[in-house]
């Protein structure tokens, strides 16, 4: 349906329904009102015109209002909803009322009910086009936010292979001094391509409709304790997972407790460090416990520490963390235990994979 039809369409539906009941009106104030013997007799009279008029008027109103693209799905659904609850009231009128209802009274009752309806319709019609072209827009944005941040990943990953290429062909060949700056150049050019796939990672969660699957959180955690156990030798890392603790996971929980094992350490300033990370299974959600002995997060951090900020990669990456736990079906929050500053990462419980 075109959208100047529909709307054009509703405008009438809506002139028609309301010329209706002011008539209807004019019918029950000439056969009743004046027939009226006691003040709460009036009163009802008022009542019923009140609720015979008033929605023919919303109606006129808003059809006046409506978004010309929304009318078409507006005028379809108020016809339907209208003409249901009219023939229902038709039918109950018919055979529940009393014999000597009147022909007015009936055409009150059905009238009415036709306005409340089509009103009611209206109202869904009109919600139901508007939440389909808002459904629309966003999917448009998603395809082209999806579009520009992978033609981005892709010019600065090549350059960053570039750079760091470059770097490894002269570092052997130059001074000490030259050397150093070499390998600073490498190390952000690392930097660089893992701030990328940290922005590769968030956007995928927030973009797409992504599937989970039943993983065992243990040898994940395990696997990244053991790598920073090498890497990290003057910090002691501690996992105490049960064995068979599955979780629901996108695929990249990876990337989240690796995320937290590296910040524990890195803001970790205790004379000798360490890390624990512990899990609780519960009916219908695991537990993972990150904790420390550092001095933990400041108290203003804590209820902002996982939403979008501008305090540098750290705060992107625990960024990252909330969204892809979020996008598993979980949450993270921030708890004091003994002192002791735990992030608690919490997972839907899955079963193990057949």
Avoid at 1 to 16: D, H, Q, S, V
Avoid at 236 to 255: C, F, K, Q, W
Avoid at 285 to 291: A, G, L, M, P, Y
Wanted: proline share 4%.
């Amino acid at each position: 349906m075109r959208p100047t039809t529909g709307r054009g369409g509703l405008l009438l539906l809506a002139t028609l329904l309301f010329a209706a009941a002011v008539a209807t009106a004019w019918l029950v104030v000439d056969a009743t009102l004046s027939t009226a013997e006691t003040p709460v007799e009036s009163v009802i009279v008022g009542v019923k015109i009140a609720v015979l008029v008033v929605p023919a008027l919303a109606l006129l109103v808003l059809s006046r209002r409506v978004d010309a693209a929304a009318a078409g799905s507006g005028l379809e659904w108020g016809v339907l909803v209208g003409v249901s609850v009219a023939g229902t009231a038709a039918v109950t009128n018919t055979h529940v009322g009393e014999p000597s209802h009147s022909a007015v009274s009936f055409a009150v009752s059905v009238l009415t009910a036709m306005n409340v309806g089509c009103l009611l319709g209206v109202l869904i019609g009109t919600h139901a086009a508007n939440a389909a072209e808002n459904a629309r827009i966003a999917n448009e944005r998603r395809d082209d936010f999806v579009f520009l941040n992978r033609l981005l990943r892709h010019h600065l990953l090549n350059a960053v292979t570039i750079i760091r290429g470059r770097a490894g062909l002269v570092e052997d060949d130059v001074d000490d001094e030259a050397a150093a700056h070499v390998r600073a150049i490498r190390e952000r050019s690392d930097h660089v391509a893992s701030l990328v796939e940290t922005v590769q990672t968030i956007a995928n969660a927030l973009s797409e409709n992504t599937e989970t699957r039943s993983v065992d959180v243990g040898p994940l955690v395990r696997d990244i304790a053991g790598a920073y156990r090498n890497a990290t030798p003057d910090t002691t890392i501690e996992v105490e997972i049960p064995a068979n603790t599955y979780v629901a996971s996108n695929g990249a929980l990876r990337v989240v407790f690796d995320h937290l094992v590296e910040n524990a350490i890195e803001h970790n300033d205790a004379d000798e460090p360490f890390v624990r990370i512990t899990a609780t299974q519960r009916d219908d959600t695991v537990e993972v416990r990150v904790v420390d002995n550092g001095s933990g997060f400041p108290e203003h951090v804590r209820k902002t520490a996982f939403e979008p900020g501008d305090a540098g990669d750290s705060a992107l990456g625990l960024y990252a963390v909330g969204v892809i736990v979020s996008d598993c079906g979980g949450h993270v929050d921030i708890a004091e235990t003994a002192g002791r500053t735990e992030v608690v990462v919490t997972l839907p419980r899955a079963a193990p994979p057949t």
